[in-house]
């Protein structure tokens, strides 16, 4: 039990990818045994921690103007006696910890992605006495996996769940193998054992999480390995799991046993984020992608043939050093030959620094980069549109997560990850509902529950693709 006499507000903001928005519950499950709970306004915390991503530059700079913002708050509280702890995490901090401690004074506290299990201790540290900074940006030979707490308070229907992390692929553009470190899998059994306790929580939906997911390659208990195709296999078998989704891969590390699991397992959702980044071979070699634009596409064949309707995402970077025309032409060419149903994200090229890329002298305009960016956007929002503008007059299953904006309303997912609008009882949260689709607007679906009484995952498992 909370000793209430020790009760803190601990406020969490969360920037960047969703391994992030993991590592911010985990931060929070943490600091609950030590007395702190969560709180939505930041003026009203004692802790404030910015869990931040470096991934492109404006990403980074958003730290900065926020730990501003808070030193504001800071002082005001200390006006009246109260202490605020701010402290940075993540990616920014692993990477640019001793600038942070430097540039900032405000900050108490840094440290990165692989250190937050010892929070208690460095808090503890931190209010020895005023002024007294806390730098851990170690990657520590302990597993962090291994020291954080097995309980976890889950909310909602739909979580993460990392089991990967880190990267050794090293593209020439990108921060992750700096800041997360080398790839690392976790054991298959302490995997599933979060996943169940998901499970019993009421979580309907998990996505794996990894920089590299389908690099996963976890230790199992009779000492075999497990790939990430097993290991969805292994979680389809827990009763109430009916949804099973992943995220990031890397194409070159899509394997037959995660193609097969495409095709078999009717709760691995048919909607796969496979960033490309680019269509012009040249680039891809700059890039060190270690694929060309045809495997890439052959890759893409074989996964629609396991699963027809897979609706796929990917990320596009625009403007790399040396990126022709000619170059930037591949790229729009081989949007349209994939078709991305689901969307995809695109980012004009952000010299980082540290990393290749971001020292070679051909770097393209800004201008340019822009102009593409516009072209990539384009495309892409028009392929969404064609595919959401496809489903009314189609039923779909319908995860519901939340209430909707107006009375009565209710949101759920589709399975391409679309928001599906209705009008139902609030009973139907957390469970999945075939749904008539009448109608879309934006990127959101409206429809109407079809109440068959088959409900709660049955209606996907029905849906197996033989
Ligand atoms: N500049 C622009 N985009 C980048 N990404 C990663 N690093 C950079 C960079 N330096 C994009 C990639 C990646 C996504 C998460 O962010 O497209 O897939
Ligand atoms: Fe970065 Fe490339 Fe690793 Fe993805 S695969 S995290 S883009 S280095």
């Known amino acids: 039990m909370t000793d209430t006499r020790n009760s803190k507000k601990l406020f969490i903001k969360t920037y960047g990818c969703q391994m992030n928005v993991y590592d911010s519950q985990r931060m929070a499950d943490v600091l609950g045994p030590v007395g702190y709970s969560m709180t939505d306004r930041p003026d009203d915390a004692d802790m404030v921690i910015l869990n931040t991503c470096h991934i492109r530059e404006k990403a980074s700079e958003k730290v900065y103007s926020e730990v501003g913002r808070l030193r504001k708050m800071k002082e005001e509280k200390a006006e009246s006696g109260d202490r605020m702890l701010i402290a940075v995490a993540g990616c920014v901090a692993q990477a640019e910890g001793e600038e942070i401690m430097a540039r900032a004074p405000a900050v108490d506290m840094v440290f990165g992605p692989q250190t937050y299990h010892r929070l208690p201790q460095m808090i503890a540290e931190a209010n020895r006495a005023a002024g007294i900074k806390v730098l851990d940006t170690d990657f520590p030979v302990e ?68 920089q590299n997911v389908n690099a996963y390659h976890g230790e199992a208990a009779d000492g075999s390995e497990w790939g990430l195709g097993r290991l969805i296999r292994e979680l389809a078998e827990i009763d109430g799991l009916d949804r099973i989704r992943y995220t990031t891969s890397y194409p070159s590390e899509v394997d037959e046993e995660l193609i097969s699991a495409h095709r078999d397992v009717p709760q691995l959702m048919p909607y796969l984020h496979l960033p490309v980044q680019s269509g012009s071979d040249k680039i891809l070699e700059a890039m060190n992608r270690r694929h060309t634009a045809a495997e890439y596409l052959e890759l893409v064949d074989k996964l629609r043939e396991a699963r027809p309707d897979l609706a796929l995402s990917s990320d596009f970077i625009v403007g790399f050093p040396g990126e ?80 909707g904006r107006e009375p009565g309303q209710l949101v759920g997912r589709s399975p391409y990850l679309q928001p599906v609008h209705i009008f139902g009882p609030e009973r139907l949260i957390g469970r999945i509902i075939d749904c008539n689709i009448t109608g879309n607007e934006g990127h959101s679906l409206f429809g109407e529950p079809v109440m068959t009484g088959v409900e709660a995952g049955e209606t996907e498992r029905k849906r197996a693709y033989a």
């Open 143 to 210: 597993e962090k996996f291994d020291h954080l707490p097995e309980e976890s308070n889950h909310e909602g229907v739909s979580a993460f769940l990392t089991v990967q992390e880190g990267c050794d692929k090293f593209c020439t553009y990108c921060v992750v193998p700096y800041t997360r470190g080398a790839e690392a899998s976790r054991a298959a059994a302490p995997v599933m054992e979060e996943a169940r306790r998901m499970v019993a929580a009421g979580i309907r939906e998990i996505t794996l999480l990894g």
């Open 324 to 403: 022709t025309d000619k170059d930037f032409a591949d790229t729009l060419s081989i949007i349209n030959k994939v078709g991305y149903d689901a969307g995809a994200f695109s980012f004009k090229f952000s010299p980082r620094p540290g990393t290749p890329a971001a020292a070679v002298e051909t770097q393209v305009p800004e201008e340019v980069k822009t102009e593409r960016l516009k072209g990539v956007q384009q495309l892409l929002e028009a392929q969404q549109a064609a595919f959401n503008a496809s489903m009314p007059g189609q039923t779909l299953p319908v995860l519901f997560e939340k209430a």
